[in-house]
C-alpha cells in the first residue's frame, strides 16, 4: 500500500480529506497524521510516507519550511498542497519545491482523487524505472568478466574460446533471473558494441557490424547467442584471413598489439597462436629484437602504468592495481615493491612530498 501523511492543524480538515479520498481503491493508506511541520517531518523520517498532504498556513513550522525540507531530503516524495486562500506566494512556493498538485479549500472530491491517481501513477512508472535500472547493473555486471575474456579470446583468434564466452552468457541470461527482451537486447548490443571496439583495435571494418539487431535475434537467450555467435565468427574469419594474408611475422606488430593489451591476459601461447608462429620461435625472436621476454617486457610496461597513476591521489590504489591488469590487489603489491624496492603506497608518499618540498622551493 501507498503510504499518505495528513498534515493541517485543524483536525476537521484532515477529516475531509480523509473521508473525500478513495483510498483503497488508489491502492494507498493514511498512515499518519500531523498538526505542524515540525511533526510532520519527524512523521516522515518514522513512517516513511510515498504522499503528503499538507496545508500551507500552520502556526508554527508551516508548510513552507515543510516543503523545503521535504524538497532537500526526502525528493521521492509526492507533495499535495491544500490552502484557504488562493494566496499566489504560496502557490509560488508549491511550485518552487515539486508539489504535484495545489488544491483550494473547500476540497472538490473529484479533485483530490484525480490528484492521488496522478500521484499513483508517478510513482508506478517511478518503481518500473528502478527496476528496469536495477535490471541494467545486473546484466552490465553480469557481462563484465565474460568481456574480458572475450577481449583475449578474440584477439588471440581462438573460436572456440569465443563460443564458450558466448554459451556462457547464454546460460547467465537463462538462469540469473535476467528474462524479457529488455535484457536480452542490453547483452546483445553490449556485446555487439564490445565487437566493435575489437574490430577497430584490429583495423579491421565489418558490413556486418552495422546491421540494426533484427527482433528475432532477441526472442531468447539462444537466440541472442545464436545472433552474435555468427557476428563474431564472421569477424573472427576476417581477422584470421588478415593474418594469414601477411606471411612473415612483423614483431613491430606483435609489440604494437601488446603496447595495447598489456593490462589483459595477455601469454606467450595466446600471441603465438594469434600471429601464426611457434611460441618457441617468437620468444626467441623477441628476445633478440628487444633484449627481453615477452613476459618480462609486458610486466615492464605494467609496472610503469602503474606507477605514472600512482602519482595522481586521486586514483585509488586497489584501481592503479586493477588499470595495470591484476585482480588480486595483495600480489600487485608484491609484485610492484619486487620491481622498485618500495610498496605503491611508500612510492605515493615519496611522490607527494617530492611535489611539496618543489612547491615550497
Same mark, same amino acid.
Given at each position: 500500500m501507498i503510504k499518505v501523511l495528513l498534515v493541517d492543524d485543524e483536525s476537521w480538515n484532515r477529516d475531509i480529506v480523509r473521508? /473525500?479520498?478513495?483510498?483503497?481503491? @488508489?491502492?494507498?493508506?493514511?498512515a499518519g497524521e500531523a498538526e505542524d511541520g515540525r511533526e510532520a517531518l519527524r512523521l516522515t523520517e518514522e513512517l516513511s510516507p510515498?504522499?503528503?498532504?499538507?496545508?500551507?498556513?500552520?502556526?508554527?513550522?508551516?508548510?513552507?519550511? %515543510?516543503?523545503?525540507?521535504? @524538497? *532537500?531530503?526526502?525528493?521521492?516524495?509526492?507533495?499535495?498542497? &491544500?490552502?484557504g486562500y488562493d494566496d499566489f506566494n504560496y502557490a509560488q512556493n508549491a511550485i518552487?519545491?515539486?508539489?504535484?498538485?495545489?488544491? %483550494?479549500?473547500?476540497?472538490?472530491?473529484?479533485?483530490?482523487?484525480?490528484?492521488?491517481?496522478?500521484?499513483?501513477?508517478e510513482l508506478e512508472e517511478a518503481e518500473r524505472g528502478q527496476r528496469a535500472y536495477a535490471l541494467d547493473i545486473e546484466v552490465s555486471l553480469c557481462l563484465s568478466s565474460y568481456k574480458q575474456l572475450m577481449r583475449v579470446h578474440f584477439n588471440e583468434l581462438n573460436t572456440e574460446g569465443v563460443n564458450l564466452v558466448l554459451a556462457g552468457i547464454r546460460r547467465e541470461l537463462e538462469l540469473g533471473g535476467a528474462k524479457g527482451s529488455a535484457a536480452f537486447r542490453q547483452a546483445a548490443s553490449e556485446m555487439l558494441l564490445l565487437l566493435k571496439e575489437l574490430m577497430r583495435g584490429n583495423r579491421l571494418e565489418d558490413e556486418l557490424l552495422k546491421a540494426e539487431i533484427s527482433h528475432d535475434a532477441l526472442a531468447? !537467450?539462444?537466440?541472442?547467442? !545464436? #545472433?552474435?555467435?555468427?557476428?563474431?565468427?564472421?569477424?573472427?574469419?576476417?581477422? +584470421?584471413?588478415?593474418?594469414? /594474408?601477411?606471411?612473415?611475422?612483423?614483431?613491430?606488430? &606483435?609489440?604494437?598489439? +601488446?603496447?595495447? @593489451? /598489456? *593490462?589483459? *591476459?595477455?601469454?606467450?601461447?595466446? %600471441?603465438?597462436?594469434?600471429?601464426?608462429?611457434?611460441?618457441? #620461435?617468437?620468444?626467441?625472436?623477441?628476445? %633478440?629484437e628487444y633484449g627481453c621476454n615477452v613476459t618480462d617486457y609486458i610486466l615492464g610496461l605494467r609496472m610503469d602504468k602503474a606507477k605514472e597513476w600512482l602519482a595522481d591521489e586521486n586514483i585509488p590504489i586497489k584501481t592503479v592495481a586493477e588499470l *595495470?591488469?591484476?585482480?588480486?590487489?595483495? #600480489?600487485? #603489491?608484491?609484485?610492484?615493491?619486487? @620491481?622498485?624496492?618500495? !610498496?605503491?603506497?611508500?612510492?605515493?608518499?615519496?611522490?607527494?612530498?617530492l611535489k611539496m618540498s618543489n612547491s615550497e622551493g
Open positions: 473521508t /473525500f479520498g478513495s483510498w483503497e481503491e @488508489h491502492g494507498m493508506e493514511i510515498q504522499i503528503v498532504i499538507t496545508d500551507m498556513r500552520m502556526p508554527g513550522a508551516d508548510g513552507v519550511m %515543510l516543503m523545503n525540507n521535504l @524538497h *532537500a531530503e526526502y525528493p521521492e516524495i509526492k507533495v499535495i498542497v &491544500v490552502s518552487r519545491y515539486g508539489a504535484v498538485d495545489y488544491l %483550494l479549500k473547500p476540497i472538490d472530491p473529484k479533485e483530490l482523487n484525480a490528484v492521488l491517481d496522478k500521484c499513483r501513477r531468447s !537467450a539462444a537466440d541472442v547467442e !545464436a #545472433y552474435l555467435k555468427a557476428l563474431y565468427g564472421g569477424s573472427l574469419e576476417l581477422l +584470421i584471413g588478415q593474418r594469414k /594474408f601477411k606471411n612473415k611475422l612483423n614483431l613491430d606488430e &606483435v609489440r604494437q598489439y +601488446i603496447d595495447g @593489451h /598489456f *593490462a589483459e *591476459a595477455v601469454t606467450l601461447e595466446g %600471441l603465438a597462436r594469434a600471429f601464426f608462429v611457434s611460441k618457441e #620461435y617468437l620468444s626467441k625472436v623477441f628476445k %633478440l *595495470a591488469g591484476y585482480e588480486d590487489v595483495g #600480489y600487485f #603489491y608484491r609484485v610492484f615493491k619486487k @620491481h622498485y624496492g618500495v !610498496a605503491p603506497g611508500e612510492m605515493r608518499k615519496q611522490n607527494a612530498s
